[in-house]
């Protein structure tokens, strides 16, 4: 599975910070059964590995991937645990080269146009604009489009429930990232319901740039 792939599974790709390592599998659990199958755990915590280990082995039917992978030892680390795929807030020689050596598919973070040529001179086409809100958001992707038309973005960084559909309505766009789905009260409730009526909502988007005519 490519990046490309991993992005038209789903609108949303939820950005997931776990604390507690018990909230893991049914968070997970909560998010496939609201139809948000690509799950986004960002190494943020100390359990961030832990957790992806578990949502691969006990959530067979969630593609777990890692998120915040900043060093280049993430990468390594985050295929040993299970990830399918890697999501990094910006893209640097070293981290490059330990996408190419571990060959985790990798969504890079972006922000300005000299980002985007780097990075599709490494062979990235698909790429996450972030912190997107703060980027410039739908404006700064409606003119990133004419430079590299060819070029798919996940925008995420103030994303939310309320304006996903205008990032989804862009045709650069193939999905959208952000943290409303696994929101941080929800999880210590032990609300799973909650979460599956987000998920179940999130699903319902339908991104405009993910199955280009
Ligand atoms: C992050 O890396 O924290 C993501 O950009 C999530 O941002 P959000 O909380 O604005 O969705």
Redo the contacts with the bound molecule.
């Keep these: 599975m490519n990046v490309l792939d991993v992005m038209r599974i789903g609108p949303v790709i939820p ?1 997931i ?1 776990i604390e507690d390592l018990a909230h893991a599998v049914p968070l997970a659990k909560a998010l496939v059964a609201g139809g948000v199958r690509v799950l986004e755990v ?1 190494l943020r915590s100390p359990v961030a590995l832990e957790a992806i280990r578990a949502i691969a082995r006990e959530a067979p039917d969630a593609i777990v991937g890692a ?2 992978l900043t060093r280049p030892e993430d990468f390594a680390n985050a295929l040993a645990a299970g990830a399918r795929f890697g999501v990094s ?1 910006g893209l640097t020689p070293s981290l490059i080269d330990a996408a190419r050596q571990t060959g985790l598919p990798l969504l890079p973070g972006v922000m300005t146009p000299s980002d985007v040529i780097a990075a599709r001179l490494a062979g990235f086409q698909q790429l996450k604009l ?4 703060q980027a410039g958001g739908i404006g700064m992707l409606r003119a990133l489009a004419g430079p590299f038309p060819a070029v798919m973005f996940c925008p ?5 429930a309320d304006n996903a559909p205008d990032f989804l309505a862009l045709s650069n766009v193939a999905c959208v ?4 789905l696994a929101p941080k009260a929800a999880m210590e409730m032990g609300d799973w319901n909650a979460v599956t009526e987000l998920a179940k909502q999130a699903s319902r988007l339908t991104p405009r740039g993910a199955n280009p005519a």
């Design positions: 950005v910070v960002t998120g915040t807030p972030f912190p997107a809100q995420t960084g103030g994303v939310s990232g952000g943290s409303w």
